[in-house]
């Protein structure tokens, strides 16, 4: 293939904090219906505010100012974070909204709850990410273009929904078993709908940041941005486009700040200018500016999580597919439900950290894998989250019963009803007696009354006794005739 | 290699946790070529399975001579006649009838019969204390009789014996702490046990524990030097499933099972109070409290006082195959132990296809991964594992699933190994 001297380099963000849930025992059930854990919510998020977020914002305003139009990042706020922003660092939100006015910066579409949706249900999954467009349009004030997916989650069809829905490209893992000798630093395209521009992340590149940048043992640390440079230049003469897709708590939160990993940051910028050809650009640009070298297939889905680059993170054993069947289970009737709170539920329910804390592949290496995980065990995770489900799955009947339940639910009234009309009949029945009984008192008349009738006159009417009593020896037919 | 061990009990005639451990470990040293174990215990019966070690009971050694080179006993040897009322260690069988029974102390004294052996009963009772001074006596003949480089004794029943047969030959010791007297008594040491306990532990060249819960109670309680504590878990012998099982459940409801003695260190009344719990959220579940102990009544009463005797059962103690069909039919199997120094039944559950919840003062739980550990006095959590065990079927089926495979790498060869190890390093130090 021909290189067209036209260079791309593509920094993408992703921004993610769930609802963490609250231990929620199974005698709940029915009782309390708030499943979140403020207090860690509050705490992680203040403290991930602190030590990230703002300063690395900082640094990123900093320098999109200095470099006037030279440097663009990109970003992926999920609606989860936004929501968490709101709660408990109002200003995250408001720092992100000047990074934004600059102008450099894109935001990114995907599901609004970091949900696995796209692996499931279709309706569900646009549902979500319309919902995370009109969020990100809210409070960003910008309309997203480029999509991604919960945790870089992609196959063919993904991606040709996506492609349905507008967007004009996708980013996801440069994973080596789908390349195979193919490079990653080049722009695809969907092989169902070539229409979707396909980004695929260097992953070398990008772990060298994530993984690599504060392990002293490491042959390459310390990592400077110079020498970063000189890597990304010496892809220079056999690459197009350079995407270096990273968590944002990889700044200040897994690399710590005394690492060095703000004065990366903040020198990286001036040092790629200087010494390669790349230009920083946005996914939605990158589409205009690069042609796509060739459609990419890749038929089940893959994510940029562990060795395996698949899904089995968050679907690989019998508890997360028992819980992903019994929560999707659900969706249809949540549809049909229109509660603000189910609403909200259901969505800080969906998140895919939840199914992340059930995995057991992690037993074999011992590894601490999850991070600020907190359940000590998958079992302990997949316990919690189902009881919270089934206290979900009771609110949501009273909103929106089982089709057989409504059957059930009518039969029942239709048999009230005829009781409720037989207690009529008789009562009135009862009352004519005691009325003629009454004027036989005074009358002195005499009168008969089936037996069962007078046993109900003695249960139903102690003032009804002694004349009940009196009339069993009448032998008069009156209130038959009376009917 | 040739290791002399001192025992207290031996299959079948086992009643807790040390018989089965030390059973299997031995079961496990005789597969290694490099090791020849002879197995002393109080009393042989006659019918042990003698395929795998060379068993010596106590009862069948001629004590022909009195005068066995011995010291360092609180007593001499003369005073061993004294009869003594106190019941450290008891099968909880005879334990439960020797308290309802009101057995007024009887004497013992140490006879020689006509062929000049000492009858040993081979049970836990109130004569503990003289037949384990007795025990010794015999360990000394046997040791300078039997020729070895090493003395392993189990459980403090058998230290004296082992510091015995030290004293007489000259071999480094080894001792297991299969439990201490801290886990047994619930807080109220004996002191009498307490003293042989740290008597053996002072004399032995390296103690073994079966865990590190066990372990930081020997360094922190007894005042040992960690240098000298390792750790080696017990395993667990493997069993065939036959499949078809005696009973057969005659009802729907699912099964919730507490195996073991009924006492203070078992935890059975967090048992009960989780059961409660559970029964008030879900009615189609069952029970069961399978075993006996000092605290049986006392749990029957606590049932009857939750008015949930209808749906919480009491087997009594259950021996041999009934233990396994009740695993059988049980969907839950739970260990509360206040105090459990490793605790093998929650591997013969899994084994069963049983998913586990035990609690985190156990040392099994410092090996098991696919199991609901939970604090002993946590009985909200107890409930909710139980809750959702019963009602999340997926759950159930990986705990069985991946519980099957974790139990089944526990072997007795590996434990075996890391105890040979253990004496290689005791009789190189003791040669230096």
């Known amino acids: 293939m021909s290189l067209t001297g036209k260079k791309a380099i593509c920094f993408y963000f992703q921004v993610h904090q769930p609802f963490r849930l609250k231990r929620y025992r199974f005698f709940d059930l029915g009782h309390d219906h708030y499943y979140y854990d403020d207090f860690t919510n509050e705490s992680i998020m203040r403290k991930v505010a602190e030590k990230c977020y703002l300063p690395a914002n900082e640094i990123l305003l900093d320098q999109i100012i200095r470099n006037k139009g030279k440097f663009k990042v990109t970003f992926s706020l999920t609606g989860l974070v936004i929501k968490q922003f709101r709660l408990y660092a109002p200003e995250v939100l408001e720092s992100f909204r000047n990074l934004a006015d600059t102008g450099m910066v894109e935001f990114l579409a995907e599901t609004e709850s970091h949900s696995l949706a796209s692996i499931r249900s279709r309706t569900e999954f646009e549902r979500q990410v319309e919902a995370h467009k009109a969020l990100i349009r809210e409070h960003l004030g910008v309309e997203p273009t480029s999509f991604r997916n919960t945790e870089l989650i992609y196959s063919d069809q993904i991606g040709s929904w996506v492609a349905d829905m507008g967007f004009k490209s996708i980013m996801t893992e440069g994973a080596k078993h789908v390349l195979g000798w193919k490079s990653p630093n080049f722009l695809y395209c969907n092989s169902i709908n070539p229409r979707l521009k396909v980004l695929l992340r260097n992953f070398v590149l990008s772990d060298d940041i994530a993984f690599r940048f504060s392990n002293t043992n490491w042959s390459e640390w310390p990592l400077t941005a110079d020498k970063y440079a000189t890597w990304i230049n010496k892809l220079a003469a056999k690459s197009e486009l350079v995407n270096v897709f990273l968590d944002y708590e990889t700044f200040g939160e897994h690399n710590r700040k005394e690492t060095g990993i703000f004065d990366f940051l903040a020198h990286m910028p001036g040092a790629i200018l200087k010494k390669t050809p790349f230009k920083f650009m946005t996914p939605t640009e990158v589409v205009d500016y690069l042609q796509p070298v060739s459609a990419i297939n890749i038929p089940s889905p893959i994510s940029w999580a562990d060795e395996e680059r698949d899904i089995t993170a968050w679907c690989g054993n019998e508890l997360q597919s028992a819980a992903l069947d019994k929560l999707y289970s659900l969706s249809e009737k949540v549809r049909m439900c229109d509660d603000a709170q189910i609403k909200k539920d259901w969505e800080y329910l969906q998140a895919s950290d939840h199914f992340y804390y059930m995995a057991t592949k992690f037993f074999s290496d011992g590894a601490v894998h999850a991070y600020f995980n907190p359940y000590d065990t998958p079992y302990d995770a997949f316990m919690n989250y189902m009881n919270v489900l089934s206290d979900f799955e009771i609110r949501l009947k009273r909103f929106v019963p089982d089709s057989q339940e409504v059957n059930e639910m009518s039969k029942l009234n239709n048999l009230l009803k005829e009781k409720e009309s037989l207690i009529d009949q008789l009562s009135s029945e009862l009352d004519s007696l005691r009325k003629n009984s009454r004027t036989k008192k005074t009358a002195k008349g005499t009168r008969t009354i089936e037996p069962s009738l007078a046993g109900n006159m003695l249960l139903l009417s102690s003032s009804g006794t002694k004349t009940a009593k009196k009339s069993k020896t009448s032998t008069t037919t009156r209130t038959r005739k009376k009917k | ?432």
Do not use: C
Request: hydrophobic content about 40%; charged content about 25%.
């Open chain 2, 1 to 432: 290699m040739r290791v002399l061990m001192f025992g207290w009990e031996f299959p079948p005639h086992i009643s807790g946790g040390l018989g089965t451990a030390s059973f299997g470990l031995t079961k496990g040293m005789s597969t290694l070529e490099d090791l020849e174990v002879i197995f002393v215990v109080p009393k042989a019966w006659g019918d042990e399975d003698q395929t795998k070690v060379r068993l010596i009971g106590a009862n069948k050694v001629p004590v022909a001579f009195k005068q066995v080179h011995y010291k360092g006993f609180k007593r001499p040897i003369e005073q061993i006649e004294i009869s003594s009322k106190i019941v450290p260690y008891t099968d909880p069988e005879q334990y439960y009838q020797k308290i309802n029974s009101e057995t007024t102390g009887h004497k013992l004294v140490v006879q020689t019969n006509n062929e000049g052996t000492i009858d040993f009963s081979g049970r836990y009772d109130t004569s503990l204390m003289d037949e384990i001074y007795k025990y010794s006596v015999v360990a000394a003949v046997i040791a300078q009789e039997n020729d070895f480089d090493i003395i392993h004794a189990h459980d403090w029943l058998a230290y004296p014996a082992g510091i015995a047969a030290m004293e007489v030959s000259g071999k480094p010791l080894v001792i297991h702490v299969h439990a201490t007297d801290f886990d047994r008594s619930g807080g109220n040491v004996n002191p009498d046990v307490y003293q042989i306990e740290k008597m053996g532990m002072d004399a032995a060249s390296k103690i073994i524990t079966v865990s590190n819960l066990t372990r930081d109670i020997v360094i922190n309680k007894y005042n040992i030097d960690p240098e000298k504590v390792e750790t080696v878990y017990n395993a667990v012998e493997p069993v065939k499933l036959s499949g078809d099982a005696d009973i057969n459940k005659g009802f729907d409801d699912k099964v919730v099972t507490f195996l073991g003695r009924i006492t203070m260190q078992k935890g059975p009344e967090y048992f009960i109070e989780a059961a409660n719990k559970v029964l008030k959220m879900m009615p189609n579940v069952r029970f069961v409290m399978a075993g006996s102990g000092d605290m049986m009544e006392r749990m029957m009463r606590r049932a009857a006082a939750l008015n949930i005797t209808d749906r919480f059962h009491f087997t009594g103690f259950l021996k041999g195959k009934d233990v396994f069909n009740m695993l059988s039919i049980s969907d839950v199997y739970i260990m509360p132990s206040v105090s459990e120094p490793f605790g093998i039944s929650p591997l013969e559950a899994m084994q069963s296809n049983v998913p586990v919840i035990i609690s985190k003062q156990s040392g099994v739980s410092e090996i098991l991964t696919h199991a609901v550990k939970t604090d002993f006095w946590d009985i909200d959590a107890m409930a909710d594992a139980i809750y959702a065990i019963l009602n999340y079927p997926a759950l159930s089926k990986m705990f069985i699933k991946n519980g099957k495979e974790e139990v089944v790498r526990l072997k007795w060869d590996n434990s075996a190994r890391h105890v040979r190890d253990i004496y290689y390093r005791v009789i190189w130090q003791n040669k230096n």
